[in-house]
């Protein structure tokens, strides 16, 4: 049985009763006029009035004074013997609210330490003593959290709360799940609510009074607005009958109040059995200690007044502290959370029964593919954006089908790009993320973009019909990107598509796109994406003729351009940093200043985290020095100035105040790392940064602690696998300058990095490092030219090369080759080059190449790179009907392939040797003989193609109208012949002219 503990005004007194197990224990009757000078000394105490913080001692005393008035001699020792659930129990919010966590179990330790008694909070004794329904709902745990933050009002920083709930969250596996209302608005949160189904809501935001003592929680509206909403408007719309069993109300005061406190009216509704509040404002960090706490012990199975015990004594601990003169003081944060409940609830779902997954997938703030990549955290400033674009995204009826996201470089572009699609993606739409990459052309940047539309078609279970016609060459590159509008708007696809500025010329040229295909393929996309596929596009401005009817409603396109924070933003992201607060706190840097450095220079979200270490380490008289260099009054379009123009400015002004200060904060040893270092084009994992850099692993490490410390390089560690470093791209062009980065070790950072990403691919790192195949290629190409290392280069371009035959981007597979082959004439490039006219029909150009290969082989001593150079002249010969010429052709790529062993090959010289003859004579024992032999071959190597020999052979036999038994009679005699002198006879017999060469 439960205790209860009732407080019931009557007649100017106060009558208290303590009751256990259904018994009375004992009673006390104190003045009502004592209630109000306890509740503001509580309030006083609680709050920190002036600025005042307590002692232990301090809080002691009152509580022995509160506990003294309140209980009186007979309860008190009674109340401090109980253990188990307290029950406080008042229609009287006032008396329902009074602090009793601050009561004395003895003279240095509170009632509600070390475990002994959970408190709950109701305004009727019969919640205390009503039976305990059974748990009926399954697990894992459901947790659905909506930040409200009204522009109106004082702005939270939520996102730092968000982003911890979503790291514990990671953490937590399937024990429990985590759903993110992104808008703050009261009809998502009943959307969610109805969609999801949770066990917890956890609100995070402000709460409010109206006149008459009724609670009301702060909700945005759709344009980010304030909205009041009543604990009965809540209750009533979204929490009747919605199975959640426990709301948790994060925000300043919402479980006090003068009249009636929020979760005292949400629990008062009857249609949730438990709410969960604070007593007073509570600092952000304890606030999200606790909260962390409690998830964790909640998604263990923990009841829920285990968890809130748990989290308020881990809330304790790390409340003591010291005050400005160095006096120990208590935050009395400890204090604060407080249990309201309709009945004995305790868990919120059954962690034996059969589990009950989430109805859709949750949130994960996942880095999307092609390695699109944004900030991890400090994500503030952009919600307003998130707010006006998703819903609009979302709306089927609504027309708009592609968003353009614009702004200055780090303005946060991909950052948005990236929480958008999550959203959408776990809406159900399959993201397919491409960005352009350096040295890529257009055109093969648009065979990747129709690859990967063809390869979500295809995972889709529904291809649509024209997916085949995507890739390959029966359709030019500009009807393809047509085409493939058609399966865009047929399938529930989001196209993201990052960087599109890097297809364009540099300004002033105007931003036309460099490939007509491209031109084609945006222009199809604005006028007729209207099917159930999205499109999310950043690029630094508005493309030209990128077709914006903004002034009707009628364009599927909607347009964002991206702003600098505004002033209270940039403070917001500023503070973020522990030691900028500090500084600001404490005086040592002022408001005015940081309000200055914001006029003069911008602020975007990367700029912003660039320049936290400098706001820590430097002087605030350097800092002033500084910006009062750069003019007195901040540069405006009036002024002459284009917006992008202004705002390029902007980045130099923080590179040349900056980053050459940070640069040479660093010892010599790791500013040349670092040059080295930014030559990478891809975020690396510790080793291979250390190989890019030039250092062992452990200097690595140390470096790397150092640049991180500095802000020169960011990490992305919220992803499977190890984490990932780079540099910022703004700072690629002055790191690797060339009074930083000598020639030599350009060279030398370029090779080792061409080596490493070799070294991944042949160890099938690429799903571990998060990278696909074909980027390790081209970015391992990109770095052997770097290093003027031929070899690796003409490696990565085969693998290259391989992929592209194999999907027949064979125009493709011929502007890789011609393009490498102004750099050198490697025989490699020669042959891929020479393979892509063979395949276009474009024999004399390829006989050329392939001429000049054959020696370039030999003298490298690569015998296989020359007997595939000899096959290929010989095809040559037989597609130009010079079949005298064809079997000397083949007889060398024969002899060598059989000098180094190359079974697979000679099997290939074979059959092609036996259709030539098959061509030229027709059917005879001759031809059958080396397709017999082919087919041995093949068979004996367990190759995949044995079976079209096979089918080859028994064709022959039907032609000369053999039996069974007489084929392989003749396959006999055949594989006799081969064993005797390998061939040299079955070819004599085959070819009159046939000699040795």
């Not at 392989?968 to 012949?977: I, P």
């Amino acid at each position: 049985m439960p205790h209860l503990l009732t407080l019931e005004p009557a007649s100017g007194e106060i009558n208290v009763t303590l009751q256990t197990a259904g018994s009375l224990v004992a009673t006390h009757v104190f003045p009502a006029g004592l209630v109000a000078p306890l509740i503001a000394r509580a309030d006083s105490l609680l709050a920190r009035d002036g600025g005042q913080y307590p002692t232990r001692y301090d809080l002691l005393a009152f509580g022995r004074e509160l506990a003294d008035a309140l209980l009186g001699p007979e309860i008190i020792p009674a109340l401090v013997a109980l253990r188990g659930r307290l029950w406080i129990v008042s229609a009287d919010s006032e008396l329902l609210n009074l602090p009793l966590e601050l009561i004395p179990r003895d003279a240095q330790d509170f009632l509600i330490e070390g475990g002994h008694l959970q408190i709950r909070r109701a305004t009727a004794p019969v919640a205390a003593t009503a039976t305990a329904e059974s748990v009926t709902r399954p697990g894992p745990l459901r947790v659905l959290f909506m930040a409200c933050s009204p522009q109106d009002e004082n702005r939270l920083a939520f996102e730092k709360e968000e982003e911890a709930m979503v790291k514990l969250f990671l953490q937590s596996g399937k024990a429990a799940h985590l759903e993110i209302a992104e808008s703050g608005t009261f009809e998502e949160l009943e959307q969610k609510v109805a969609s999801y189904r949770p066990h917890i809501v956890h609100l995070s935001g402000h709460a409010a009074l109206d006149e008459d003592g009724t609670g009301y929680f702060c909700f945005e509206n759709e344009r980010g607005l304030l909205d009041l909403r009543s604990a009965t408007d809540i209750t009533d719309r979204i929490f009747a009958n919605s199975g959640v069993g426990m709301v948790f109300v994060s925000g300043c005061e919402t479980a006090r109040s003068d009249l009636a406190g929020l979760c005292q009216d949400l629990v008062g509704s009857g249609h949730v059995p438990l709410a969960l509040g604070w007593g007073m404002p509570v600092i952000d960090s304890l606030a999200t200690l606790f909260a962390h706490s409690l998830f964790r012990r909640l998604a263990a199975g923990n009841g829920a007044d285990a968890a809130i015990d748990h989290a308020r004594t881990e809330l304790l601990a790390a409340c003591p502290g010291a005050d400005a003169h160095g006096n120990e003081i208590l935050l009395t944060d400890f204090a604060l959370p407080r249990l309201y409940a309709t009945g004995p609830t305790d868990l919120l779902y059954d962690p034996k029964a059969k589990a009950d997954p989430p109805p859709q997938p949750t949130y994960r703030p996942t880095i999307l593919a092609d390695n699109i990549m944004g900030l991890n955290e400090g994500f503030v400033g952009r919600r307003r954006i998130l707010q006006r674009t998703l819903p609009v995204l979302r709306d089927a009826d609504g027309g708009k089908t592609i968003l353009l996201l614009t702004g200055v470089g780090g303005a946060g572009k991909s950052t948005l790009a990236t929480r958008l699609a999550n959203r959408l993606g776990h809406g159900g739409l399959k993201i397919v993320a491409l960005r352009h990459r350096e040295n890529e052309t257009p055109e093969l940047f648009a065979i990747r973009l129709l690859s990967e539309i063809q390869v979500a078609s295809l995972a889709s279970g529904a291809p649509h019909p024209l997916t085949a016609a995507l890739t390959g060459d029966t359709y030019e590159l500009p009807m393809r990107m047509r085409l493939a509008i058609e399966v865009l708007n047929a399938l529930p696809l989001l196209l993201v598509l990052d960087n599109l500025e890097s297809l364009m010329p540099l300004p002033p040229a105007p931003p036309e796109w460099q490939s007509s295909a491209f031109g084609v393929f945006f222009t199809e996309l604005t006028q007729r994406l209207t099917g159930e596929s999205r499109a999310l596009l950043t690029c630094r401005y508005v493309p030209a003729g990128f077709g914006l009817p903004e002034e009707t409603d009628t364009s599927p396109v909607l347009h964002f351009g991206i702003p600098d924070f505004t002033e209270a933003d940039f403070f917001k992201c500023a503070e973020y940093d522990e030691k900028v607060a500090a500084r600001l706190a404490s005086g040592e840097i002022t408001r005015q200043l940081l309000a200055e450095f914001h006029r003069k220079l911008g602020a975007t979200p990367r700029f912003v985290k660039q320049a936290l270490p400098v706001l820590v380490e430097l002087p605030a008289a350097s800092i002033a020095v500084s910006l009062a260099s750069i003019g007195n009054a901040a540069l405006t379009e009036d002024d002459g100035e284009t917006d992008d123009k202004l705002r390029t400015l902007q980045q130099q002004y923080f590179a040349d105040l900056f980053l050459p200060g940070l640069f040479d904060a660093l010892i010599p040893a790791h500013r040349a790392a670092l040059s080295r270092f930014a030559i990478a084009d891809l975020a690396l994992p510790l080793d291979g940064l250390a190989a890019t850099a030039g250092l062992a692993v452990p200097d690595a490490e140390a470096a790397l602690t150092a640049w991180l410390r500095l802000g020169l390089v960011q990490c992305f560690d919220d992803r499977d696998g190890p984490d990932l470093y780079s540099i910022y791209p703004l700072q690629r062009p002055f790191l690797t300058a060339a009074e930083r980065l000598a020639p030599d070790q350009r060279t030398a950072a370029h090779q080792a990095l061409a080596a490493w990403l070799k070294a991944c691919s042949e160890a099938d790192r690429e799903s571990e490092l998060g990278m696909h195949f074909m980027t390790v290629f081209h970015s391992c190409l990109s770095h052997a030219l770097g290093a003027a290392d031929h070899d690796l280069a003409a490696w990565a371009a085969n693998r290259i090369a391989i992929h592209l035959n194999r999907v027949s981007e064979f125009r493709a597979m011929l502007a890789l080759g011609e393009g490498l082959l102004e750099h050198s004439r490697h025989p490699d490039l020669l042959k891929i080059t020479a393979d892509a006219l063979l395949k276009l029909g474009q024999w004399p150009k390829a006989r050329e190449l392939l001429v000049e290969a054959a020696p370039a082989y030999a003298a490298i001593g690569d015998r296989a790179g020359e007997a595939a150079t000899w096959h290929q002249l010989a095809s040559i010969d037989v597609r130009e009907g010079n079949y005298p010429a064809a079997p000397g052709n083949f007889q060398k790529s024969l002899e060598m392939r059989q000098a180094i062993g190359d079974r697979a090959g000679e099997a290939v010289t074979w059959g092609q040797l036996a259709a030539l003859l098959h061509t030229r004579d027709g059917s005879s024992p001759a031809s059958l003989h080396l397709a017999a032999v082919a087919w041995v071959i093949l068979q004996s190597i367990g190759s995949a193609y044995q079976k079209t020999a096979l089918n080859n052979l028994d064709a022959m036999a039907a032609e000369l109208s053999l039996t069974q038994q007489a084929l392989e009679a003749e396959v006999q005699a055949a594989l006799a012949s081969y064993q005797a002198d390998r061939g040299a006879a079955l070819l004599a017999a085959a070819f009159s002219d046939y000699g040795p060469t």
